[in-house]
C-alpha cells in the first residue's frame, strides 16, 4: 500500500526512481582521552581535518562557480571561514591540551557548546550559521574518525531520489541532474542554501515532508512532486497512472516551450496580461527569458547577505542587480528590498529571539532600523536604474510612514549620487508588496504614497487566516480560496484601479490555474511567477475569456464557503481548460 507525505514545494518537477537514503548527520563519537605524550599528535590530527575540510571546501566552492555562477559559490564562505574562527579552532584546542581530549570528542564538545550559545541568541531553525556549524561537525569528524565522507554520492545509482533529514550545500552541489532525479527531506525550508541549489540545477525538491527518511529506505520506488510539495511511496497502479498523465502533461509543455515563449499573453478574448518571473538569483534570468517572461516581477535579494559574515558591498549589489535588468532592456523588473527575519537573516545581524519571528522584526523594520545596510542598498538599486526599468518594491508595507522614510533615505542617496556624478534614472518607481491585512484595509491610503501595489499572495494568506506557511502541520489549513483572501484581492484591485497604478500578484496564487484565473476575474492584469511555471500559466492565459473570468469572480465575491469559490472558478473555465492535472496544486477538491 502506498505512502503518501505531503510537505512544502522548495523545486519544480516530477521525479520517480528508487530511493537512496542519505546518512548525513553528526556521526556518533566515542569518548576518548589521551596521556599527556598524545597531545602535540591530537592537535595536529585535528589540524590536518581541519585543512582538509578547507581544501575540499575550496574546491566545491571553485565548482559551484563554474556550473552555476559566483554568487552560488559564495556560499561556501562562511564554512570556510569558521575553520579558522578562533571560537572553533582555540576552544577545540583547549579541550585535547588541557582535558586531554582525543581530537573528534574536543572538537565536537566545542562545536556542541557554539551550537548552544548561539541556539539561545537567535531561532535556531532559521539561523543559516548553525547549519554551517553542523555540516562542518559532520564533514571534520567523519575525517578524523576515517569514516566514509557522507558526501560521496558514488554508490548511487542512476535515477535515484535522495532522501535525508536535512541536506546541505556542499552536498547539493556534488548531485548531477542526470542521475539524481529528486530530492526529498523531512526538515528545510524553501528558502535555505541548499534549496535555492537545487532549483539552480533544476533538481525537484520537497521540503519538511517531516518522517520520510524514517518512513523510506533505500530501494524503495517513490514518486516525488516539487510542484505541490507530496512523495509518493511505493506507488501503487492509481499513482503511477496520476502521476504519469501529469508528467506527460508537463513534458508536452516542454516540448512546446520554444512555441509559447513566442507567444503574445493574451486572453482568448483579447485581454493583454503582463506575465513576468520571479527570482531568487540572477542566473535564473536567462531561464526566465527564454521560457517567456515579460520582465521580472519578483526579485529577491536575500541571497545577497543570507549565510553572510559581513554586509555585502554597493558594487556587488550593483552588479547583481544591473545583470538582471540588462537581460530585459524592453521590459520592468522589480526588485524587493531585503526580506529578512522571519526564516532568513545573516550572520552579521544581531538578530534578537523571539517567540513569533513572522510577527516580529522583519522586512522593512529591519530595514530601517539597519540603516548602513538598507542605504547601501538603496543606493545600489538607484545606480542600476540607469541601466534599465528597475522599479523598487518594498515589503510587509502596513503604514504611510514607512513609505515616507524610505523616500527621505532614497532623496539622500539621490542627492549624494548626483554630486558625485554618477548617473540613475530619476523616473524611477517606488512600489509596496501587500501582504497583510492592514496593507488591504488601508490600501487606499498607501496608494497616494507609492507607484505601484504588488500582492504577495504567501504571506497575505498566512497572516488573515493565522497559519504558518512553513507548518507543514498546518498545511490543509492554508488556503488561497478562502472567501477572506477573495474579499482582500478584490478590495486592493478596486483601490489601485481608482488610484491608476498598477497592480500585480507575485505570490505563489498566480502560479495556480484557478488563481490566475480569478486574477483576470478581478482586473489583476500582471501576474508573476516561478519560472518553470511561466508556459503553462501563459497556455491558461491564452484559453480563458476575461468575460468569463469576471463572472466566476463575481460569483466567488458572493461565496461564503471555500469550496464555494473553487466550484465558481472551477465552472467558469470549464470548457476551456483541462484542471485535473492541476487538481492536487492546493490540495483541494475539485467539483466532479
Known sequence: ??????????????????????????????????????VEAELARFDAARAWAAQRLRELQATTEERLG????????????????????????RYITENHLAAPRAFEWRMLELQAMWSRTAQPMVLDRLNDLEDLMIRV???????????????????????????????????????VLGVATDQGTRTAHWAILARSLEIPAVVGLGTVSRNAHTGMEAILDGRVGRIVLEPDASDHAVYQSRRRQIERWADEIVVIAEQESVTSDGQPVSLRANLDLPIEADAARRHGAQGVGLFRTEFLVVGRNSMPSEEEQYESYRKVVEAFPDDAVYVRTFDLGGDKFPMFLHMPREENPFLGWRAIRVCLDEPELFRTQLRALLRATAHGDLRIMLPLINDVDEVRRVRDMLEVEEDLLSSEGIPYNRGYKLGIMIETPA?????????????????????????????????????????????????????????????GIEVSVCGEMAADPLGAFLMLGLDIMALSVAWPSLPEIKRV?????????????RQALAASTTEEVVKCLVDGMSGSVDLKVFSGRWRLSLPG
Open 1 to 38: 500500500m502506498s505512502v503518501v507525505l505531503d510537505g512544502s514545494p522548495a523545486s519544480e518537477g516530477i521525479a520517480s526512481g528508487r530511493v537512496f537514503l542519505v546518512d548525513w548527520g553528526v556521526p556518533t563519537v566515542p569518548h576518548e582521552t589521551v596521556p599527556a605524550d598524545r
Open 70 to 93: 559566483s554568487v552560488e559559490a559564495r556560499i561556501f564562505e562562511p564554512q570556510v571561514l569558521m575553520l579558522d574562527d578562533q571560537e572553533v579552532v582555540e576552544g577545540t584546542r
Open 141 to 179: 569528524l567523519n575525517r578524523m574518525l576515517d569514516r566514509p565522507d557522507p558526501s560521496d554520492l558514488a554508490r548511487a545509482d542512476g535515477g535515484a531520489i535522495l532522501v535525508a533529514r536535512n541536506l546541505s550545500p556542499s552536498l547539493m552541489v556534488h548531485l548531477d541532474p542526470e542521475h
Open 439 to 499: 496593507a488591504a484595509l488601508e490600501a487606499a491610503e498607501l496608494a497616494r504614497h507609492s507607484d505601484f501595489f504588488s500582492i504577495g499572495t504567501n504571506d497575505l494568506v498566512q497572516y488573515t487566516l493565522a497559519v504558518d506557511r512553513t507548518n507543514t502541520r498546518l498545511a490543509h489549513l492554508y488556503n488561497p480560496f478562502h472567501p477572506a483572501i477573495v474579499r482582500q484581492l478584490h478590495q486592493v484591485s478596486r483601490v489601485s484601479r481608482a488610484a
Open 541 to 553: 492565459i491564452r484559453d480563458v475569456r476575461v468575460e468569463d473570468a469576471r463572472t466566476a469572480a
